[in-house]
Nanobody
Framework: QVQLVESGGGLVQAGGSLRLSCAAS????????MAWYRQAPGKQRELVAI???????NYADSVKGRFTISRDNAKNTVYLQMNSLKPEDTAVYYC?????????WGQGTQVTVTS
């Protein structure tokens, strides 16, 4: 079992920044990929960014150049630095990992960007 706990969401004006954190209950960051997803009202959940166990990263086209995923293995924590935020980034952001053939999700953290 793995528990994921997100934090760092909030209300921010367009152009602002937020940093989300996702703390894992087990030391899995060195062996499992970690990802951030988001779900806006009335829309499907979408992949925002992913960081593999080897350190490779990938981003949705809509956030490339603005968002950065990173991790601190010693703290079992993955981060999502979000800069130049836009109103269309408004969503609930979820942390995710697949570990031993099971998919784990955090409870989500709300990000609201006002124009």
């Amino acid at each position: 079992q793995v528990q994921l706990v997100e934090s760092g969401g909030g209300l921010v004006q367009a152009g602002g920044s937020l940093r989300l954190s996702c703390a894992a209950s087990r030391n899995i960051l060195s062996i499992a990929a970690m990802a951030w997803y988001r779900q806006a009202p009335g829309k499907q959940r979408e992949l925002v960014a992913i960081c593999t166990a080897g350190g490779s990263t990938n981003y949705a086209d809509s956030v490339k150049g603005r968002f950065t995923i990173s991790r601190d293995n010693a703290k079992n924590t993955v981060y999502l630095q979000m800069n130049s935020l836009k109103p269309e980034d408004t969503a609930v952001y979820y942390c995710n990992t697949d570990y031993i053939r099971r998919s784990y999700w955090g409870q989500g953290t709300q990000v609201t960007v006002t124009s």
